[in-house]
């Protein structure tokens, strides 16, 4: 076959569309070439999606030393109503891949010290490595005064359909509790699929 060259190519009707190839064919542009694109594109590179953020409206009891599901029930994001906030706290997505989840904990001691906080994301809720991975972000002290906070990240990779993430809290203190603060995000679990 030959080489067309030319400088434009536009439908035959105003408005249309243009078809180049068909299924199982390949395009190759050779290395040096210039893609120059000044319009709408779609279907190319991809999505962050599924995503989620959400977050705590008030305080939490917890028991000194026991790991605590956090209950996070405010919802300021999820795009594909994959996170429960009302029953299990936890992200299901139903895309498969590999995904960037992040987490901060804020603990709180209400009367004393606080002596240490730990903050978890869970996978298929159990601790431990590949299918139940836990990772934990921890902050310890030796001047200890009643509150700080912890913030982990992982990247894992999720089935789409059964695999599911939860955020837990250990908070060591004197009548401790998984902080709610009004003036700010400071106990929240949020994150989103990756491109590959």
């Known amino acids: 076959m030959g080489t067309i060259k030319t400088t434009n190519i536009e439908p035959i009707a105003d408005n249309g569309t243009v078809t180049l190839g068909s299924s199982g064919d390949t395009f190759t542009v050779p290395s040096g070439v210039t893609i120059t694109n000044n319009g709408t594109q779609t279907g190319f590179g991809g999505a962050n999606t599924p995503y989620f953020f959400v977050r705590k409206s008030a305080n939490q009891s917890v028991s000194s030393g026991a790991i605590t599901k956090v209950e996070l029930d405010v919802e300021d994001l999820d795009s594909a109503n994959c996170f429960d906030n ?111």
């Not at 809720?125 to 992982?154: C, I, K, L, M, R």
Request: glycine share 14%.
């Open 86 to 196: 009302s029953t299990n706290y936890r992200f299901t997505p139903t895309t498969a891949g590999k995904y960037f989840f992040f987490a901060c904990g804020r603990g709180y001691a209400n009367s004393g010290t606080l002596n240490y906080v730990n903050v978890m994301i869970r996978k298929n809720g159990t601790a431990g490595v590949g299918n139940s991975f836990v990772n934990s972000g921890t902050e310890q002290y030796t001047s200890p005064g009643n509150s700080d906070t912890a913030s982990p990240s992982v990247i894992l990779t999720m089935n789409g359909s059964s695999d599911y993430v939860e955020m837990y809290m250990q908070v060591g203190g004197t009548s401790p509790n998984i902080s709610y603060e009004s003036n700010g995000n400071q106990t929240f679990f949020g994150g989103y699929k990756i491109i590959e």
